[in-house]
């Protein structure tokens, strides 16, 4: 996290690739989901991020485990609305865009701090930016 601590509650977002580092026990995933819960923090998931993950097969156990334990967001109509606006607004463009989209509008939407893990920070530095909030409450991206 850049040497930055993250203060009491807030949120805990996973990306596809958060909850599947945690889905599969690896180690860095696990201490930041073990330091949001110690730290009173929702942990949480878009539905998306399902699309992303399962595949109907016996690999889906784990995943499976970790979302009955966190908060699976839901897609409304204005999340989409936003998630489009916020493509036209940065010019990003494409599948994985729009599902990092996304990602994005429900960590923007969470009570803060707080903290994405993802494997691919690139696209979603530029989706959650917000260069008009103070830097301590503007979304944490941790690459995992």
């Not at 110690?38 to 539905?47: D, L, M, N």
């Not at 701090?113 to 979304?139: A, I, Q």
Request: proline share 5%; hydrophobic share 40%; glycine share 10%.
């Amino acid at each position: 996290m850049a040497g930055r601590r993250v203060s009491a509650k807030g949120t805990l977002v996973l990306d596809s690739a958060g909850l599947s580092e945690v889905a599969a026990g690896a180690k860095e995933a696990r201490a930041h989901l073990e330091a949001a819960r110690r730290r009173g923090a929702r942990v949480v998931t878009s539905a998306v991020t399902l699309t992303e993950v399962l595949r109907g097969g016996a690999r889906d156990a784990s995943v499976h485990r970790v979302l009955a334990r966190i908060e699976v967001v839901p897609i409304s109509p204005e999340m989409g609305r936003e998630s489009g606006e916020l493509l036209g607004r940065t010019g990003l463009s494409g599948h994985r865009c729009a599902i990092d989209s996304v990602v994005a509008v429900t960590a923007l939407r969470q009570p803060r701090p707080v903290v994405l893990l993802t494997s691919d920070p690139n696209d979603l530095e530029t989706l959650v930016e917000e260069p008009e909030r103070p830097r301590g409450e503007r979304v944490v991206i941790v690459r995992v």
